[in-house]
């Protein structure tokens, strides 16, 4: 494809991500950065370990939950149009929406599907095919999520919402959720490699995912990417060039390059609003809509990361300072994500001297120990604190019943790692140590004060076991 003529070369970047790649064990990772009105690109390793070519700008990787961010722009592109109202109940477009929770079913707004606060549980696990009816089929079978809170009521990461929302641009534009986005985005923004379908995929060069084995080893990452259904929130396949492109369009005025206007420059500003404050979240400090706020060494960044199977990738921007990053890997978990904050932190201290550094926790306190250590759960997953005497542990694992009722094999579960208070009320914590060191949340407390949840990667995990100290 044509590159950007404003493209300038830089041996700092290429430097760091080379030697933070080879680091952290990475087969292939492309980074690319908009600064000074100019676009960098460095590019590093391999596309996979068994069938290796070089990674270069215009190499596919899986972007995960970036993809939530093209959902959240699409539908407000059918709001600028007025096709929808964000403060509309789902149901006026999705008229057989069925919940657990019949009341929950009737109040969910889109705005709370697109800022986290429908209070849906994480995921619907179930593969609904490949068919052009998959987000219609997962919508049927959203009566087997839990309903964690009333809508409205606090923020909680969720998939389902966004594949729910999805099915509100299928509904509204009579087109497939990925004929809309092309048709929305993609085609008007000349977004040339980014695409959803396996078969426009296989023919480009892409990256597989890597995930270590217990014996150490990187092995390949199957399956490749989740369902279909999944797309809305999760399957956005891409280049970094495309994603550089992607986040120019946002810190614009809502145009295309080709003057074509997308978006009116209000809603784009909306977007990065906070429309639900976060706490103590390593996410942010607020979510907009579809992006994830927060302040950095004085500066306001607007952002959002993705999770694959073996593949990660963030995308942060500046507006105030008309600058991006964008960071994709191809291992993980406990390397790519560490592999890409890195990155992220580098490129914000070079580019604009902003430092970015985590909080040191507190002391290990044995009474505070006490009130915390237990087991953990969502729909999909447990967290397991515990405690040694000198300090605390989370371990995070795919739930045995979902791993064996799988057709292929899921991610591997996370090694045990460090966990530390935070100074404030003692709900604060960071992950001190391991592929998750850095990630922040927040212990949940009942009217008595007991401890009955913890929020990990911005998701409710309810307690369910206490464990004797």
Known sequence: MDHNPNEMPDKRLLDFITATAQKCGIPGVAVGVWADGRENYACYGVTSIDNPLPVDRDTLFVLGSVTKTYTATALMCLVANGLIELKAPVRRYVPDLTLVDEQAATAITVLNLL????????????????????????????????????????????????????????????????????????????LSHSFFSRDDVMTRRFTVGHNLG???????????????????????????????????????????????????????????????????????????????????????????????????????????????????????????????????????????AVVDYDPEPLPHNEVQAREIVGIYENDMMTLTIGSDGTGLTVACGIKPEIRAAAST??????????????????????????????????????????????????????RSQTIPV
């Open 115 to 190: 800022n986290h606060t429908a209070g849906l549980d994480w995921r619907v696990n179930v593969d609904t095919g490949e068919g052009d009816d998959a987000l219609a089929r997962e919508v049927a079978a959203l009566p087997e999520l839990k309903q964690i809170a009333p809508p409205g009521v606090r923020a909680s990461y969720s998939q389902a919402g966004y594949d729910l929302a999805g099915r509100i641009i299928e509904k509204v534009t009579g087109l497939t959720y990925e004929e809309a986005i092309a048709s929305l985005l993609f085609e008007p923004l000349r």
């Open 214 to 352: 217990e014996d150490g080893k990187l092995y390949i990452a199957r399956p490749w990417r989740h369902w279909r259904s999944d797309n809305p929130g999760a399957g956005l396949v891409s280049s970094v060039e495309n994603q550089i492109r992607w986040a120019r369009f946002h810190l614009g005025d809502g145009s295309a390059e080709s003057g074509v206007r997308i978006l009116p420059a209000e809603m784009l500003r909306r977007m990065k609003e906070p429309s639900v404050a976060l706490q103590g979240s390593s996410l942010g400090d607020a979510i907009g809509i579809g992006w994830f706020l927060r302040e950095v060494g004085g500066v306001r960044t607007v952002g959002h990361g993705g999770s694959a199977n073996g593949q990660f990738a963030e995308l942060l921007t500046v507006p105030e300072r008309n600058f991006a990053v964008v960071a994709v890997s191809n291992a993980g978990p406990d390397i790519g994500m560490a592999f890409n904050k890195s990155v992220v932190r580098w490129a914000l201290e070079h580019y604009l």
């Open 409 to 462: 094999e899921p991610p591997p579960d996370l090694p045990p790692s460090g966990i530390g208070l935070l100074p404030g009320n003692g709900e604060g914590y960071i992950i001190t140590s391991g592929g998750l060191k850095g990630h922040r949340g927040f212990f949940t407390r009942d009217e008595r004060g007991a401890v009955v949840g913890v929020d990990m990667a911005g998701r409710l995990f309810k």
